[in-house]
């Protein structure tokens, strides 16, 4: 079955430390994100990727990084710079950058909840 | 820059009828999807709107008017699994989506 993973789906960390989220897909699709979601929020862009061994800030992408070394993975590292991490990040994937019939349909993972503790 | 507002709550009866708008405000719209979200869940696709109209997928609609800069989801005959977060999010070519905060629905009995 095609889809996307992320793990752990339950993250507890000190404050202080670095720690890196895992998405991966099978799907084939170029284009990656990770979004944070606050409780009763939208979904805000922290980076995307469009292709391998490229990746784009979103709008919240201060204390955060990426990288893009295979198609399918894009791992997400929150650092202790980010002032408030504990949260609930998800991490999508679309088939192409381009619009498409179905508005370039992302697919989502299940999330991981983040608690800094 | 570009911004969607849509209700933040949303309360319905169980069998009824329930309209979600959405306005947006963005350059190079392409097109309008939704996005449904359970609780502690992944969101998922539910449709999109390029053109003008309403669109049709079971018990669901989506309706676009481009020239308002206005669409919204419809759901019929709502059942209590309806209950979720419903995001609308802007297609603006080759750039991420821009998600609304999103609207919760709750279906009461």
């Known amino acids: 079955d095609g889809g996307i993973t992320q793990s752990p789906k339950y993250l507890f960390r000190k404050e202080g430390q670095n720690v890196t989220l895992s998405c991966e897909q099978n799907?084939?699709?170029?284009?990656m994100y990770w979004y944070r979601q606050d409780p009763g929020q939208g979904l805000r862009l922290i980076y995307y990727?469009?292709?391998?061994?490229?990746?784009q800030k979103g709008d919240i992408a201060e204390g955060y990084s990426v990288s893009r070394e295979k198609k399918e993975s894009f791992p997400l590292t929150v650092t202790s710079a980010q002032k408030n991490p504990t949260a609930f990040y998800l991490c999508?994937?679309?088939?192409?950058?381009?619009?498409?019939?179905?508005?370039?349909?992302?697919?989502f993972g299940p999330g991981t909840r983040l608690t800094v503790l | 820059g570009q911004s969607l507002e849509q209700p933040s709550e949303v309360t319905a009866v169980e069998g009824a009828i329930v309209q979600i708008n959405c306005t947006y405000q963005?350059?190079?719209?392409?097109?309008l999807s939704w996005y449904q979200q359970h609780d502690g869940g992944a969101p998922t696709f539910l449709s999109y709107?390029?053109?003008?109209g309403l669109e049709e997928t079971g018990r669901f609609s989506s309706f676009l008017s481009r020239s308002d800069s206005y669409g919204y989801l419809l759901l019929q005959e709502l059942q209590m699994k309806d209950s979720a977060s419903y995001f609308c999010?802007?297609?603006?070519?080759?750039?991420?989506?821009?998600f609304g905060k999103g609207t919760r629905l709750s279906v009461i009995a």
């Open positions: 799907l084939n699709h170029d284009a």
């Open positions: 709107n390029a053109l003008d």
């Open positions: 990727s469009q292709i391998v061994n490229d990746f």
């Open positions: 999508a994937s679309s088939i192409e950058r381009q619009a498409t019939r179905r508005g370039n349909e992302q697919f």
């Open positions: 999010a802007v297609m603006r070519g080759n750039t991420p989506l821009v």
């Open positions: 963005t350059s190079g719209f392409y097109g």
